[in-house]
């Protein structure tokens, strides 16, 4: 049987995934219930200031709604971010903009019901790393996305990296068995940490607080077939895993 390894050490994803994949029905009720309004997020912001403070009360549901929620109602889905349309919603779109509540419900739940093919782990990245290396498939495809180099800090992260960390992380991916797959942004430093292996470079659009057009760079395994691109890939993306639903 095939299975799926999602790990992230912020304590709010792995709370969303948790959420997802063990509380599923309460998840969506929450999802259908919870009016998208100025005054829940405020809410949500709340718990979510609270919930990842130790003893604070917040189930880990409370706290994967409420990353949830404020995914879905930031500008590029940062949980830290302003909400879509400012609090006054005189910008051209309002916080309901990304929150189909019937789409997203169909979403969650068709993912739930693959709970028994999927592992969750709140681990660092190198942890992470040291747990699966020999435990996984010869064939198994790994994909990690660190915190930025440059803009890594609490202005898109909760949980962000130091230089040493990023190079820690790097010799790590570099001595594994299986073919992976790294994306970071494009700068000096990462392209020198992994020189000599295969990589993507793609421009990229923001629209975090400014909206800026930055450059991203993917690195392969040695073995992975990389699709040959003659200019920079021009995509627009949000700064925040949960996009993958």
């Known amino acids: 049987m095939r299975y799926v390894h999602i790990n992230d050490i912020d304590i709010s ?4 995934w948790h959420s997802v994949l063990y509380e599923t029905e309460h998840l969506c009720d929450l999802i259908t219930a919870t009016p998208v309004t100025i005054e829940s997020w405020e809410r949500q912001r709340e718990i979510q200031q609270k919930g990842r403070q130790e003893d604070s009360g917040i189930s880990r549901l409370e706290l994967g709604f409420s990353t949830f929620f404020l995914n879905r109602t930031n500008r590029s889905g940062i949980i830290s971010g302003g909400v879509i349309g400012g609090k006054e919603q005189t ?10 509540k019937e789409e997203l419900v169909h979403r969650i739940c068709k993912i739930g019901r693959y709970r028994n093919r999927i592992r969750l782990s709140n681990l660092d ?26 803009k890594g800090t609490e202005d898109l992260y909760t949980r962000f990296y130091k230089k040493e960390d990023h190079e820690s ?24 940490f992994y ?5 993507l470079t793609y421009d ?14 993917m690195f ?7 699709p040959l691109v003659e200019e920079p ?13």
């Not at 392969?220 to 990389?226: A, C, G, M, P, T």
Request: aromatic residues 16%; proline residues 4%; contains cysteine.
């Open 13 to 16: 994803v792995f709370s969303f």
């Open 91 to 100: 910008g051209k779109w309002k916080i309901d903009a990304r929150f189909n």
């Open 125 to 150: 990245a190198l942890d992470f790393l040291t747990t699966l290396n020999g435990k996984i498939a010869p064939e198994s495809l790994i994909y990690l996305d660190p915190p930025y180099f440059v």
């Open 169 to 192: 992380v790097a010799k790590k991916v570099k001595k594994l068995k299986y073919n992976w797959m790294v994306s970071y942004d494009n700068v000096p430093e990462i392209c020198r």
């Open 195 to 199: 020189k000599g292996f295969q990589s």
């Open 204 to 217: 990229i659009h923001y629209s975090a607080r400014d909206r800026y057009k930055g450059s991203e760079v």
């Open 220 to 226: 392969f395994s040695e073995k992975l077939k990389v």
């Open 233 to 245: 890939t021009s995509v627009k993306s949000s700064a925040f895993q949960l996009e993958l639903i």
